[in-house]
């Protein structure tokens, strides 16, 4: 009988490292899959917590953004800073995710409708490990601005811990026109809300 026992402990005691092991990867890419609301709070940042998951910074308390490049969905070059003096929309998907899969449509129709106002909007491919499932995410939602492809998360790790850093899958980030981020959501996002995140920055100075 213990013969017969021990390869059954050894392959339990094999499966929960393996298993800690890839806690531990998840949490040090701070990227949950598809993450809907969660707790924010503004100790300690000069960020305002908002309902809904979305939090704000006033002005006069707003950071650079990191430098956010690379190669697009399409294996072109293309840098986040090249847009100063616009509005961005930054939001990170994934085609894997059935909350993104939801609001990409509406943000395929925000992009158009709002670019003659100057926005932007720019999408970071996190996850996808390939690119075709990725540009079939989107043409069916009608998404024609460029999107990073970012499958090991690294591009989120450039956002400073304390500031309104990503956070999960989907977020979606503002920046102002002069590459400040300015707001963050922590969930995916109907119509009025996204529209409510970028307005005021359209009408600042």
Same mark, same amino acid.
């Given at each position: 009988?213990?013969?017969? *026992?021990?390869?059954?402990? *050894?392959?339990?005691?094999?499966?929960?490292?393996?298993?800690?092991?890839?806690?531990?990867?998840?949490?040090?890419?701070?990227?949950?899959?598809?993450?809907?609301?969660?707790?924010?709070?503004?100790?300690?940042?000069?960020?305002?917590?908002?309902?809904?998951?979305?939090?704000?910074?006033?002005?006069?308390?707003?950071?650079?953004?990191?430098?956010?490049?690379?190669?697009?969905?399409?294996?072109?070059?293309?840098?986040?800073?090249?847009?100063?003096?616009?509005?961005?929309?930054?939001?990170?998907?994934? %085609?894997?995710?059935?909350?993104?899969?939801?609001?990409?449509?509406?943000?395929? @129709?925000?992009?158009?409708?709002?670019?003659?106002?100057?926005?932007?909007?720019?999408?970071?491919?996190? *996850?996808?490990?390939? @690119?075709?499932?990725?540009?079939?995410?989107?043409?069916?939602?009608?998404?024609?601005?460029? %999107?990073?492809?970012?499958?090991?998360?690294?591009?989120?790790?450039?956002?400073?811990?304390?500031?309104?850093?990503?956070?999960?899958?989907?977020?979606?980030?503002?920046?102002?026109?002069?590459?400040?981020?300015?707001? *963050?959501?922590?969930?995916?996002?109907?119509?009025?809300?996204?529209?409510?995140?970028?307005?005021?920055?359209?009408?600042? @100075?």
């Amino acid at each position: 009988m213990s013969p017969a *026992r021990a390869p059954r402990r *050894r392959s339990t005691r094999t499966s929960r490292t393996a298993l800690a092991v890839c806690g531990v990867l998840v949490g040090a890419l701070a990227l949950s899959a598809c993450g809907g609301d969660k707790p924010s709070s503004g100790g300690g940042t000069n960020f305002v917590a908002g309902k809904g998951g979305i939090d704000s910074v006033p002005v006069a308390d707003r950071k650079p953004a990191p430098k956010l490049d690379g190669k697009t969905l399409q294996d072109k070059d293309f840098d986040v800073a090249s847009l100063k003096g616009k509005v961005v929309v930054l939001n990170i998907w994934g %085609s894997w995710c059935s909350p993104c899969r939801a609001e990409a449509p509406t943000f395929a @129709k925000v992009a158009k409708e709002l670019k003659s106002k100057g926005v932007e909007f720019v999408g970071i491919d996190a *996850r996808d490990p390939q @690119k075709g499932q990725a540009i079939d995410f989107e043409k069916d939602a009608g998404i024609e601005y460029p %999107s990073l492809y970012d499958p090991d998360g690294k591009l989120m790790l450039r956002f400073p811990k304390g500031s309104l850093n990503p956070q999960g899958i989907p977020n979606t980030i503002v920046i102002d026109k002069e590459g400040r981020v300015a707001g *963050r959501s922590l969930a995916a996002l109907n119509e009025k809300k996204l529209r409510q995140m970028i307005a005021p920055l359209i009408a600042e @100075k």
